[in-house]
């Protein structure tokens, strides 16, 4: 099935055309993890990647991140490839702060690491922190904090060098679904303030129906796109937006994509 779109107004950040990735089983044999797949992301918008588990969404992701290297394929950026480390945000399942450090350490470090001045560092970590609601626990352990708490710190951290793109991972799998959907509502509160370009991959119908601008829909192994879906829900969302009836319609039609 060829994907189909409607064609977005803004420019294309980063596109991918016949991506795929092959591995070496300890066997020796070719397992394709991804077959050709092209996909065009645009600059500002929120993209989901959904699909059954071992269809390639995380692949496709660590590929744009430049964390795995693709085996076929190209992969162009507008204004040039990214700067490793620097242009792109990435946010784990698990939020993967170090526990020895303060939480204003954990969202400075990315800046330490590209040797930014301790005051712009600073100052850069606290309003990341002030953007996520944590202003308050600077001083705070990880391990202090609540799992919803220690994931905000995550986002702030890929955020705090304002890359090009941030890419998460279901960062809210193994949040409570009470907690879940606060950090949505917190995501897409974060994503109108900085207007982020964000890919986001969840096994979740709903959680990707309310976050995203479109959808794209990934199919068992090899992993392939086989629908990407703009979603006429606007720009502005709330928990309001789950009484619509469009928004059941969507969760039905991409429901049915799945099965």
Same mark, same amino acid.
């Given at each position: 099935?060829?994907?189909?779109?409607?064609? *977005?107004?803004?420019?294309?950040?980063?596109?991918?055309?016949?991506?795929?990735?092959?591995?070496? *089983?300890?066997?020796?044999?070719?397992?394709?993890?991804?077959?050709?797949?092209?996909?065009?992301?645009?600059?500002?918008?929120?993209?989901?990647?959904?699909?059954?588990?071992?269809?390639?969404? *995380?692949?496709?992701?660590?590929?744009?991140?430049?964390?795995? @290297?693709?085996?076929?394929?190209?992969?162009?950026?507008?204004?040039?490839?990214?700067?490793?480390?620097?242009?792109?945000?990435?946010?784990?399942?698990?939020?993967?702060?170090?526990?020895?450090?303060?939480?204003?350490?954990?969202?400075?470090?990315?800046?330490?690491?590209?040797?930014?001045?301790?005051?712009?560092?600073?100052?850069?970590?606290?309003?990341?922190?002030?953007?996520?609601?944590?202003?308050?626990?600077?001083?705070?352990? @990880?391990?202090? #904090?609540?799992?919803?708490?220690?994931?905000?710190?995550?986002?702030?951290?890929?955020?705090?060098?304002?890359?090009?793109?941030?890419?998460?991972?279901? @960062?809210?799998?193994?949040?409570?679904?009470?907690?879940?959907?606060?950090?949505?509502?917190?995501?897409?509160?974060?994503?109108?303030?900085?207007?982020?370009?964000?890919?986001?991959?969840?096994?979740?119908?709903?959680?990707?129906?309310?976050?995203?601008?479109?959808?794209?829909?990934?199919?068992?192994? @090899?992993?392939?796109?086989?629908?990407?879906?703009? #979603?006429?829900?606007?720009?502005?969302? *709330?928990?309001?937006?789950?009484?619509?009836?469009?928004?059941?319609?969507?969760?039905?039609?991409?429901?049915?994509?799945?099965?």
């Amino acid at each position: 099935m060829k994907p189909a779109e409607k064609t *977005s107004s803004l420019p294309v950040l980063v596109s991918a055309q016949a991506v795929t990735k092959i591995y070496r *089983s300890r066997h020796g044999d070719s397992v394709e993890a991804l077959a050709p797949t092209t996909l065009d992301i645009h600059e500002g918008e929120f993209l989901s990647l959904i699909g059954p588990s071992g269809c390639g969404k *995380s692949t496709l992701l660590r590929i744009l991140s430049g964390l795995e @290297p693709l085996t076929g394929g190209t992969l162009t950026w507008r204004d040039g490839p990214p700067t490793a480390g620097s242009d792109v945000g990435f946010v784990f399942q698990e939020p993967v702060l170090l526990p020895w450090l303060s939480i204003l350490d954990n969202v400075r470090f990315p800046l330490d690491v590209f040797r930014t001045s301790r005051a712009e560092a600073n100052e850069r970590a606290r309003a990341m922190l002030a953007l996520v609601g944590l202003g308050a626990f600077e001083k705070s352990l @990880p391990k202090e #904090l609540s799992g919803g708490m220690r994931q905000r710190a995550a986002i702030a951290r890929a955020l705090v060098y304002s890359p090009r793109i941030v890419l998460m991972d279901e @960062p809210f799998g193994a949040l409570d679904l009470l907690t879940r959907d606060r950090m949505n509502d917190e995501l897409l509160r974060i994503k109108a303030e900085t207007g982020s370009t964000i890919v986001f991959v969840t096994h979740s119908i709903e959680e990707a129906a309310y976050l995203s601008d479109r959808v794209a829909v990934m199919s068992a192994r @090899p992993g392939r796109i086989s629908a990407i879906h703009h #979603l006429d829900l606007g720009p502005q969302r *709330s928990e309001a937006i789950k009484d619509d009836p469009r928004f059941y319609q969507w969760l039905s039609t991409l429901r049915k994509e799945l099965r």
